[in-house]
T-cell receptor
Framework: NAGVTQTPKFRILKIGQSMTLQCAQDMNHNYMYWYRQDPGMGLKLIYYSVGAGITDKGEVPNGYNVSRSTTEDFPLRLELAAPSQTSVYFC???????????FGQGTRLTVV | KQEVTQIPAALSVPEGENLVLNCSFT??????LQWFRQDPGKGLTSLLL?????REQTSGRLNASLDKSSGRSTLYIAASQPGDSATYLC????????????FGQGTRLTINP
């Protein structure tokens, strides 16, 4: 059982480039989340989804977009990358609101 | 706005000691609280989830307590081992339908052999 899988694990982007961070879960969870973690800080919610076709903004959504066409996948799109988006990105999933959350291994992104 | 604080930011203890990690939150109207472990360069691993109606949860050498009215949770680790070295994060789920976990900054724990 793979759980939550994120790709890639590491990426270096130049300012202004775009990329998509992939997230897939095989637990048939309805809820999925994207967080970012900056050094010495807690995780902040970027976007979340409560099911296929439904997404909503979290605390820090600017500069990002998401889509949820299937239950399994929840990609995060960065448009026009900026140095402020240098961070570690975590995808997570849960069966529903308030239930135990399971996290992927993270994607370490550097924008130069 | 819910804020979660973990003190201390770092803790170093000799192997075999019992220790307590602290987590406080500003809004007591929570649904539950979850403790995670994060190893360097890795994702988060869920350790314990404690519902707002519960006072404590136990898993092996770990015991999490919750005092919702005072906005505090503790994670007790018994007979610490070098393998317990990691960053420990607590996160709360709001009770008002907020669809997110609010995280503390974490406590970086080092167990010295």
């Amino acid at each position: 059982n793979a759980g939550v899988t994120q790709t890639p694990k590491f990426r270096i982007l130049k300012i202004g480039q775009s990329m998509t961070l992939q997230c897939a879960q095989d637990m048939n969870h309805n809820y999925m989340y994207w967080y970012r973690q900056d050094p010495g800080m807690g995780l902040k919610l970027i976007y979340y989804s409560v099911g296929a076709g439904i997404t909503d903004k979290g605390e820090v959504p600017n500069g990002y977009n998401v889509s949820r066409s299937t239950t399994e996948d929840f990609p995060l799109r960065l448009e026009l990358a900026a140095p402020s988006q240098t961070s570690v990105y975590f995808c997570a999933s849960s069966t529903g609101w308030g239930t135990e959350a399971f996290f992927g291994q993270g994607t370490r992104l550097t924008v130069v | 706005k819910q804020e979660v604080t973990q003190i201390p930011a770092a803790l170093s203890v000799p192997e075999g000691e019992n220790l307590v990690l602290n987590c406080s939150f500003t809004d007591s109207a929570i649904y539950n609280l979850q403790w995670f472990r994060q190893d360097p360069g890795k994702g988060l691993t869920s350790l314990l989830l404690i519902q707002s109606s519960q006072r404590e949860q136990t898993s092996g050498r770990l015991n999490a307590s919750l005092d919702k009215s005072s906005g505090r949770s503790t994670l007790y680790i018994a007979a610490s081992q070098p393998g317990d070295s990691a960053t420990y994060l607590c996160a709360v789920n709001g009770a008002q339908g907020a669809q997110k976990l609010v995280f503390g900054q974490g406590t970086r724990l080092t167990i010295n052999p």
